[in-house]
């Protein structure tokens, strides 16, 4: 299956502003919806409520671990990290996919229990509260973060925006599910809606696992997107072609190789002229990107180097 084509940030340093201000309302959001429904659950014992409650609480401990992730990442390269620290993000990403399928399958059992043995819940007026206030907090907070992705391309925030969008739709669930137990007198609907905010829980873990891995483990990038950077490369027709060409990102960084074919005749100083041009297109596509190109001289219209 081909990835999606990472976003890149035209202003790398305003998209690093919005994300480290999308990590402290991160954080600030994760410790008011873990304070709000930590009272709710204590007052009514709802399993719906439990399964948000604890997907809060992993949230917040996510959220910690972008919040240090992201700053890491921007830290320029040194001499023992000469590409950068922007993995650190794809770290984090791990850390958040495992929390949250640790706290779905914890959410599932849980549901499971209660479905064979419903309780009633408990104040209910106050769980239903608690839940319409978590979806307009996390409301809020996934269209900041989805601003600072569209300015960074970050694949932290990505993962922390994932969980709270998942957060939208397990709040919305469990305040159906309360409502119903509360008012409908339906107990065995709360214990429902935890599954089923236990299962979404499950797959919104998938995708973010996918992204870190893709990045940890250098993934190329998508077929159009290295179409695009030889095209690019070969709208001057001084460079013969394009062969050896390996992509990867790290961060929200694309990182670029490559082998071009130059005219033997030419200097050095007009092939360095030449090739510095050739990355200023690919940068105007990828804006951001680390571009390294190996020049080979061979003329143009010779046969071409397949590698």
Known sequence: MTSAMPSHPADPEA???AVRLATWLSIGTAVTLVLLKMFGWAASGSVALLASLLDSGLDLVASLAVFFAVRWAARPPDWDHRHGHGKAEAFAG???AGLVLGSGLFVAWEAVRRILSPQPVANGAW?????AISILVTLGLVWFQTRAIARSGSVAIKGDRAHYTVD???NLV???GVGSATYLTAAPLDAVA???VAVWLLWGASSVLRESADQLLDRELPQETQAAITAAVLADSRIGGVHRLRT???GSVPMIQMHVDLDPDLTLAEAHDLLELAEARVRDTLPGADILIHPDPRRVGA???TE
């Open 15 to 17: 998209g690093a502003r």
């Open 94 to 96: 791990l850390l958040q």
């Open 127 to 131: 769980a239903v509260a608690i839940m």
């Open 168 to 170: 939208l739709v397990s």
């Open 174 to 176: 469990a305040l159906i």
């Open 194 to 196: 935890g599954l089923i």
């Open 248 to 250: 990867r990102v790290s």
């Open 303 to 305: 046969d071409p180097v």
